[in-house]
């Protein structure tokens, strides 16, 4: 009996293949721009169907959450990127909040470098443990979590404090062209200082390599140990300044966020094309998704729903975008294309 050779696909298959992977690619790198601008528009057209009156302003308090919010996204989405999940980010959140408030009183830019600083250490500490024992990091991140909690809660006498220099407070939240803020502007600049760090440099190329696959990228010249340690440490100190411009903001540093910052950041980061594996993931994605869930945020406000409600559609779009993020979701939409591709050529052709 013969047993016939596997056949290969032909050159001009897998060069289509390989245009409808790029082609998809290339749709999902798209994809949180389009959900940030789809948020927007609905944030204006929505309110005006359900007989409530759309304002700017609702734009203003979407910017003023992003300031806080985004900064933990991007914190969280970059351990993410090198393929690992820095679960303390909400420890160093609020930790970095509390020390601002209680250091910053006469001097609020000391405030902020001494919560940027305490928290870099932790993070740098947690990295080391990562990178050189190779310890799971949800494990040791988890116990980050729980450390910085309890110092926060042990500065802060286990309640929140109240930050009383109300001129940095009302400077911080004035509004700049109706929709901005000193407090927003300064995390714009500080995500734009991530992107171009991470875009136009090696180190987005190294982050990327090092969530593929660490000991092919040891084997091409990445320092992964170096890498990893950078990474957590830079998510610490994104995660304490995003807590301290929320705390300066609002006047008040809180001893025990609870998940909703951590919720958010992994909605954001999913939403921006971060791979939950690792290995794929941009910042800007990551700002873009944390500037559309905002947009989600505040529409839901601005109609007035109950907040059990919120939490359910928040919860159904971080499933969806998970679900849809996965590899089997991937390959399946891209056999999609190839066979909507196919018959609308055997169309032409007939």
Known sequence: MSVEAPTRPSPARRTARRTHTSRWSGLAALAPFGFAALMLVALFVVPA???REPTVFSVYNALQSFSGMALVALALGLTMII???DLSVVGTYALGGMLAVELGVEQP??????AVVACAVLGAAQGWVVARWGVNSMAITLGGYLVALGLTGTIGDNRSQAYENYDVSGALNTPIA????LR???ALAVVALVVAVVMLTWV???LR???GGRRASRVTGVRVDA??????TVSAVLAALGGALQSYGVATATSNPGLSPLIFAVTASLLGGVALSGGRGTPLGIAAGALGLCFFAELFTTLVTPQYVVSLLTGGLLVAVTLLTTPTASRGWAALRRRTGARSRGGAEA
């Open 227 to 232: 890498l990893v340690i950078g990474t957590f």
């Open 109 to 114: 830019v000391l405030g902020v470098v001494a």
């Open 83 to 85: 393929g690992e999940f």
């Open 184 to 186: 927003s502007l300064v």
């Open 209 to 211: 390599a090092t969530g």
């Open 204 to 206: 987005g190329r190294d």
């Open 49 to 51: 169907i359900a007989g």
């Open 178 to 181: 109706q929709v901005l803020s």
